[in-house]
């Protein structure tokens, strides 16, 4: 296995069954295996995790799982967000770090995940309390799309605000600013993840239900990394087709 570190490091695959834009798109079918199914496989294919599992509150997931043989856990609460299922699946594993995998994202770039990683491993004085991926945004359509989360940093890449809104907001056009894509894929430290899960959800995050502003709000450090990779993630069933078509 291709490790950066002795740390013992663990991918999690939240799964609910009933997405709101396309419910029960992790068990549609995808050239022969479910979405879940082609998600764990690439996540476990990377070489990346000590252990790769699928967490869910959903019997037909976890079974669906089950069968192919992959590592299956599941969610004994009700849970408002995916690391609030992943923490309570993690709290009594001997871990280090957590890598959040979003299960209808099939495709997965293994040189962005080997980058969130390696930003722990430059971390020497445990300053970080989780890494995130950003991508850059030209299209003024996927800019202003509010199922596009946004994001701002400071300098030394560290985050400063999400939104679904454009920000900034360009009252001067001639700024030349880039703006990012937030890609849904986080490295956590197992610390800053069971925090999160004790921590109230306070406005900012209820405003814009964007759950890693909760890190935000309590004070969290959030280190981002470019990636010009796009990420393909199943949120309709038109993407789901262009996936079928991407695989052959």
Not at 27 to 55: M, N
Not at 75 to 90: F, M, N
Not at 158 to 170: C, N, Q, V
Not at 210 to 225: A, D, H
């Amino acid at each position: 296995m291709t490790k950066t570190s002795e740390k013992r490091i663990i991918a999690m695959i939240p799964a609910r069954l009933q997405a709101t834009r396309f419910p029960r798109k992790l068990l549609q079918d995808l050239k022969g295996k479910t979405v879940i199914q082609r998600t764990f496989e690439a996540a476990e294919s990377t070489g990346l995790f000590d252990a790769v599992y699928v967490v869910t509150d959903s019997d037909e997931i976890f079974d669906e799982v089950v069968n192919f043989g992959g590592n299956a856990i599941r969610s004994t609460r009700e849970h408002e967000c995916g690391s609030d299922r992943i923490a309570e699946a993690v709290e009594e594993m001997d871990v280090d770090i957590v890598v959040n995998v979003q299960g209808d994202e099939p495709f997965i770039d293994k040189s962005s995940l080997q980058k969130l990683l390696q930003v722990f491993e430059a971390d020497s004085k445990m300053e970080i309390d989780l890494a995130s991926l950003k991508t850059p945004l030209s299209d003024s359509d996927e800019i202003t799309n509010p199922n596009n989360v946004k994001v701002i940093t400071a300098k030394d890449e560290t985050a400063l605000y999400f939104s679904r809104f454009p920000i900034p907001y360009p009252r001067d056009t001639n700024a030349n600013v880039t703006y990012y894509k937030h890609i849904g894929i986080y490295a956590f430290r197992k610390s800053a993840l069971m925090d999160f899960y004790t921590l109230p959800m306070l406005p900012l995050e209820a405003a814009e239900k964007i759950e890693c502003i909760r890190y935000l709000e309590y004070g969290k450090k959030i280190k981002m990394v470019e990636t010009s990779v796009k990420n393909i993630g199943i949120d309709t069933p038109e993407d789901l087709e262009h996936a079928r078509k991407i695989l052959g």
